[in-house]
């Protein structure tokens, strides 16, 4: 597959609005809804306004499941723990732009610790900030909103930016995905694709659909494949 190509839908669910007192069936319930892999929001406190996940939390449900799991690391200087994430069971480390002095070295780090490395932009945060890292990376997360509190309003204004990546990408014959996370569900999924998305963070939105996981899942991966299709 050319980096033109259309690129695999994927759903990677956050485990953000789960219910945190039983995070294993959690998962095994997200895995049997047929997503791709589970994102853990990892939170500090201090690069966003929230405490969530450590990695002892994310180890202790990694044998409970086989998809892939990726921690998007919502904290300052991720470079003093991050093999940590790893140990844990992680196959996929989102470092932020704006958390860490040396992104270029935090990012090899990442690869060196056995995982594959993704960078994350906050939505004031341009497409240039990422340029020169792109050869490092597996994958691109574009923020959707403000990070740190999930069921947050979608900010269509970033469509644009994931476009303008889109093309940096594909000009540059890179195999990198691109991930969009805020806000994501039935009404916003399809802006997201089109404009060059193709992994799909989803979190109230999947907990909230009445038919259940199973549905939500199946119907937004059915959304975004439509999206895709129509803008190719």
């Known amino acids: 597959m050319t980096s033109a190509a259309p690129r695999p839908i994927q759903i990677a669910p956050s485990v953000l609005p789960a ?38 939390v994310i180890a202790a449900c990694r044998p409970h499941v086989t998809i892939p799991f990726e921690a998007h690391l919502m904290v300052n200087t991720p470079e003093v723990l991050l093999e940590r994430w790893v140990e844990a069971g992680c196959n996929l480390l989102l470092v932020h732009a704006e958390s860490t002095v040396h992104l270029h070295r935090c990012l090899e780090q990442v690869r060196q610790a056995g ?23 597996e994958m691109v997360l574009v923020m959707t909103v ?45 802006g997201a694709t ?24 199946a119907d937004l991966r059915k959304r975004a494949e439509a999206a895709q299709g129509a803008g190719s």
């Open 19 to 56: 219910d945190f007192s039983k995070l294993a069936e959690e998962c095994i319930a997200l895995q049997e809804a047929g997503v791709d892999r589970i994102q853990w929001d990892v939170m500090d406190g201090q690069f966003v306004p929230n405490l969530t996940f450590g990695p002892d």
């Open 146 to 190: 403000n990070p740190g509190f999930g069921g947050q309003d979608y900010i269509s204004t970033m469509e644009p930016k994931i476009a303008e990546l889109r093309a940096l990408i594909v000009e540059r014959e890179l195999d990198v995905d691109i991930e969009v996370d805020g806000g994501i569900g039935p009404a916003t999924i399809a």
């Open 115 to 137: 995982a594959g490395a993704a960078v994350a932009l906050n939505p004031s945060t341009p497409v240039s900030a990422v340029e020169h890292v792109l050869d490092l990376v």
């Open 194 to 217: 089109a404009a060059g998305a193709n992994v799909l963070v989803a979190g109230s939105a999947l907990y909230r659909d009445p038919d259940g996981l199973g549905h939500a899942v």
